[in-house]
């Protein structure tokens, strides 16, 4: 009966250890696109003031939002 429950518990550790070789392998490739970011997605949710396909523009609203969201020396200014 030991030895039974013995080979039980080999067997589910081996099949577990087997199972951890399926995962497949995860890369950081990211999203790739053949549009440039700046070409826009198609959707009604965009700043005003920019306009796609415009990369002069969206250049733009980038600084324009590094500026006054991201800036720390422009946001503690304000009290």
């Given at each position: 009966m030991i030895q039974r429950l013995h080979l039980?518990?080999?067997t589910a550790l081996a099949a577990g250890a087997l199972a951890a070789c399926g995962e497949k392998p995860q890369t950081g490739a990211g999203i790739r696109s053949d549009a440039a970011p700046y070409a826009g997605t198609g959707s009604n949710f965009t700043e005003?003031?920019?306009?796609?396909?415009?990369?002069?523009s969206w250049e733009?609203?980038?600084k324009a939002r590094q500026q006054y969201g991201q800036n720390e020396y422009t946001r503690s200014q304000t009290k």
């Open positions: 039980i518990v080999i005003p003031g920019w306009k796609a396909g415009d990369k002069a733009a609203q980038l």
